[in-house]
């Protein structure tokens, strides 16, 4: 391997927070070259603000900045494409968060320290700060997932991950282009198959700016649709 590095990060209607987040994860990418072919890659997922408009003018005095845009689909087929597009790109390490300020840089380290006793490293997010009820879902996906697949997971879904490449063209295939947990299937898929893994403690703020788009009400409508997801999933093991 020669450790590039693609950061990946999906952006929806996130203007108020996306110089914010760029600032934070850019001095990561350029302090992993990786031969001076490692990126931030920001994927606009169909924004109806000006989230595009500011990532072309951030991406002009940042060389390692890549941004893409397309039209809207939502968090977890958007995080497909930059998977496949990372991959596609050559990358060795694909390193995903969200564009939310959520999610500490400083923590980024312990990862890639460790990127070669791991072949996918998990955040386990054990304090949150986005409220009970977002950490109740992730609860019941563990439940959920435990009981579908017989894994155990402290938290299947964290917007914070260091996955080789490797890694990912093993599983990707696996899901559908529109899938709408594809985190939480790498998750799984790692512990069921006793991939390399491990889930590392990481801290988890209050989104920094704007608006959640994504409520409780809409989980809930993705969460039915996953169960029958998981069942079909389960099955093609």
Not at 38 to 46: F, H, K, Q, T
Not at 139 to 164: E, K
Not at 205 to 227: D, E, M
Request: proline share 6%; charged share 25%.
């Amino acid at each position: 391997m020669s450790d590039v590095l693609y950061i990946v990060i999906p952006a929806y209607n996130e203007a108020e927070n996306i110089e914010r987040t760029v600032d934070q994860w850019y001095p990561v990418v350029e302090a992993h070259l990786g031969k001076g072919q490692s990126r931030l890659v920001i994927v606009n997922d169909g924004s109806t603000d000006d989230t595009w408009e500011r990532l072309q003018a951030l991406a002009s005095s940042r060389p390692l900045m890549e941004p893409l845009t397309k039209p809207n689909a939502g968090h977890g087929p958007t995080l497909i494409f930059g998977y496949k597009h990372a991959i596609d790109a050559g990358a060795d390490w694909v390193f995903q968060t969200d564009s939310d300020g959520q999610t500490d840089p400083a923590e980024f380290g312990q990862m890639w320290d460790a990127r070669e006793s791991y072949e996918a490293q998990f955040g386990n997010r054990t304090e949150r700060g986005d409220g009970k009820d977002r950490a109740f879902v992730e609860r019941t996906l563990c439940r959920i997932l435990r009981h579908y697949f017989g894994v155990r997971m402290p938290d299947a879904n964290a917007p914070f991950r260091l996955m080789s490449a490797e890694f990912l063209c093993d599983y990707l295939p696996k899901l559908p282009e529109d899938y709408n947990l594809p985190n939480a299937m790498l998750s799984t898929y790692g512990v069921y198959y006793g991939r390399r893994v491990r889930f590392v403690p990481v801290t988890f703020k209050p989104r920094q700016a704007g608006k959640n788009t994504i409520n409780v009400k809409r989980i809930v409508g993705i969460g039915w649709k996953a169960l029958s997801d998981f069942r079909t999933l389960a099955k093609n093991l």
